[in-house]
């Protein structure tokens, strides 16, 4: 089975070697068909060393703790000072 892959904004760096990813998911309303934009946050294990700002790729991982599961895999676009 492949890995799930998001995209996603990094939020947090305040955690040592963990990120908070926010991935943007567009959700239908179940009654009344509407697309509702909806945020998630992600932990995710950061061993590239990414700064607060960056679009980021995050893969599916076994655990590295209780919240963290998943993997910061490359960096799309890096923020501009």
């Known amino acids: 089975m492949p890995k799930k892959i998001l995209k996603g904004k990094v939020t947090s760096t305040k955690m040592e070697k963990t990120v908070v990813v ?31 700002g960056n679009v980021v790729l995050i893969e599916e991982h076994s655990p590295f703790s209780k919240e963290v599961s998943w993997l910061v895999k490359e960096v799309l676009t890096k923020k501009e000072n």
Not at 26 to 47: L, Q, V
């Open 22 to 52: 926010a991935v943007e998911v567009n959700k239908k309303h179940p009654i009344y068909n509407k697309t509702i934009k909806a945020t998630r946050k992600f932990k995710a294990r950061d061993e590239i060393g990414v700064s607060l």
